[in-house]
């Protein structure tokens, strides 16, 4: 072969390369990722002489034995996607030689997130997680320690991974997996509903990590739902149990741990209810949509985020936001929240307010990527995630009157907080309301 291309594929590194995914696909069948020749594995040949785009790539072939293969059973494309070696035909009863299906997938991988191993698994536990709310649209859990296996998350954080609907054919994933990983721009994971999971890292050592801890977090939430535990808790509490306390305004009898009429869950707004309008770090006349933008910056610039991280600018959090907050938990109430900026920006104002990290009392983060505050189907989305199958036991904290309207039309419990800078509301508009937090 004269071509330049073909002259490196067989060189010490393609066939190191070779050997390494041969290796992992035996070590994972093990663990029961790709039994019954389902899953494969794809690795970069990574070669300093060569920039990351346009290196070669190994992958794993489809419809085989995966404790069977050897490294010369794998094939070598280029970073476009182009097959350049397969491997020969072999007797009976073995089939001829067949790239995966997953290969769209890999390279869309490779190409929108630069990884250098991808790994799809077809565990039962991945299977599985995505089974508990069959309408969820994203796994969602958080205080757990292999959290922090997962790349660019601690103990504190909420790990979030989408979930795609699955497909007859894994060709047909492409294009729902490609949204999935711009809707989702930290993910190393997308899951794929009764199928499995797609879990890639910057190589394949990140890659092999990531997918143990993921699949320890799957099966820890699977036990968790079984053992009536909370996922989404701080604390893991079992679930609110039975009992008496009284709701805002009119002293009725109620359930343990539970507010207005039965709710067990709150989800909270921040702009105008967590915090007061306008804020103390903006100038006095700064709209509520203007606090959304300023907000939404600490994503995008390091600047900001650096200054927030080193608590030159805080989180202006009402007074009260402590002291509820805690009550709350203390009473086993789950906490959620639910802005229009994003959830890193939400993670950045509760962790460094002024009155210190409140991410302990918030179970879960939600933003506009799982809809607007205006659209129904955003409150349908919320309510699977959490895992409440009523409406009517959540309960939205808000001031604003477009979201309390969507919201109450779906079925939720609504209450509309009065602050100093929030819009007013409507001569009738039938919305119990509170100007504070402590009298919910």
Not at 178 to 193: D, F, H
Not at 296 to 303: A, I, R, Y
């Amino acid at each position: 072969m004269t071509d330049p291309v073909y002259s490196n594929l067989e060189t010490n590194k393609v066939k190191e390369t070779k050997r390494l995914v041969s290796e992992l696909c035996r070590h994972v069948y093990t663990l029961g990722w790709v039994s019954g020749t389902g899953g494969s594995i794809t690795i970069r040949v990574h070669d300093n002489a060569t920039s990351r785009s346009s290196q070669l790539i190994v992958m794993s072939p489809s419809g085989v034995q995966k404790d069977k293969v050897d490294p010369d059973d794998m094939f070598v494309l280029s970073s476009d996607g182009c097959i350049l070696c397969k491997p020969n035909t072999k007797v009976y009863p073995h089939k001829p030689p067949k790239c995966t299906d997953c290969a769209p997938i890999f390279l869309k991988a490779y190409e929108m997130r630069n990884a250098g191993a991808v790994i799809h698994s077809h565990g039962i536990e991945a299977c599985l997680v995505t089974m508990i709310h069959p309408l969820s649209k994203e796994f969602r859990i958080t205080h757990m320690e292999m959290i922090k296996g997962i790349e660019g998350h601690g103990y504190h954080d909420e790990l979030v991974v989408p979930i795609i609907e699955n497909t007859a054919y894994e060709g047909e994933l492409t294009e729902s997996f490609t949204k999935a990983i711009e809707a989702y721009p930290k993910t190393t994971a997308v899951l794929v509903r009764n199928h499995g999971v797609y879990i890639w890292g910057e190589t394949w050592i990140s890659a092999k990590t990531q997918a143990e801890c993921y699949h320890y977090l799957f099966d820890a939430s699977i036990k968790m739902h079984q053992l009536g535990l909370d996922r989404f808790s701080t604390g893991h509490d079992p679930y609110p149990s039975s009992g008496v306390c009284r709701c805002m305004k009119n002293g009725c009898a109620m359930r343990k741990k539970t507010i207005g009429f039965g709710c067990r869950s709150i989800l909270l707004d921040i702009e105008g209810t967590a915090t007061s309008l306008p804020t103390k770090f903006l100038p006095s006349n700064t709209s509520k949509s203007m606090v959304n933008h300023f907000i939404g910056l600490f994503d995008t610039n390091p600047v900001l985020k650096s200054a927030f991280e080193t608590s030159e600018l805080v989180g202006v959090m009402s007074n009260e936001m402590p002291e509820i907050l805690g009550r709350w938990h203390a009473s086993g109430i789950k906490v959620y929240l639910y802005s229009s900026s994003s959830r890193g920006a939400q993670r950045l104002l509760f962790s460094n307010s002024r009155h210190g990290d409140l991410r302990k009392y918030i179970c879960g983060y939600f933003d506009t990527t799982t809809g607007g505050k205006t659209e129904p189907k955003s409150y349908l989305e919320i309510l699977q995630t959490v895992g409440i199958d009523k409406p009517e036991e959540l309960l939205l904290v808000t001031s604003d009157m477009e979201a309390a309207m969507t919201a109450r039309a779906v079925g939720l419990e609504v209450v509309i907080i009065l602050r100093p800078g929030n819009a007013p509301l409507p001569g009738s508009h039938n919305f119990k309301t509170t100007e504070s937090l402590l009298q919910i």
